[in-house]
């Protein structure tokens, strides 16, 4: 299952060249994150009052065209692999208008206790709505 978010360059997003900084592609791409959990009904201001953390282990991105300010993208989120202890992403950021492919990236997240810091297992209530999302990746 993937999930597409828009949003719009905005001037502040973009560097001296007049093109979008690199590191908002990071930015963009954990807001791809936090709307796919959204969509399959996990919130997380939930995971995080439940005591977990979704920290980052390894993320990179390929930037193969500039977005440059006022482009609309769309971020194209979808999960790659999951176990009860940790989940990866794939992303894909276009320009609306034309639909060209602007940056790829990747993320590992592990689930975390939040008090301890250590890498801990979902509970069945968060892990089977992400099977289910990664199922009907699958089923594509």
């Not at 990071?26 to 939930?46: A, H, K, M, P, Q």
């Not at 602007?102 to 689930?111: L, M």
């Not at 709505?129 to 009907?136: P, S």
């Amino acid at each position: 299952m993937s999930i597409k978010t828009s949003l719009r360059v905005h001037f502040y997003n973009t560097d001296e060249m007049g093109v979008v900084h690199h590191a908002n592609y990071i930015r963009w791409f954990e807001t791809g994150r936090v709307e796919y959990l959204r969509s399959i009904g996990i919130s997380l201001n939930d995971l995080i009052a439940d005591n977990f953390l979704f920290p980052i282990t390894e993320i990179s991105a390929k930037y193969i065209h500039s977005a440059k300010f006022d482009d609309e993208l769309q971020i194209e989120t979808t999960a790659r692999a999951l176990t009860k202890a940790k989940m990866e992403f794939d992303y894909k950021v276009s320009r609306l208008s034309d639909g060209l492919l602007i940056a790829t990236g990747y993320s590992k997240n592990v689930f975390t206790n939040a008090t301890t810091g250590k890498i801990t297992r979902l509970p069945e209530k968060y892990f089977s709505k992400l099977a289910q999302a990664m199922e009907m990746e699958e089923l594509k």
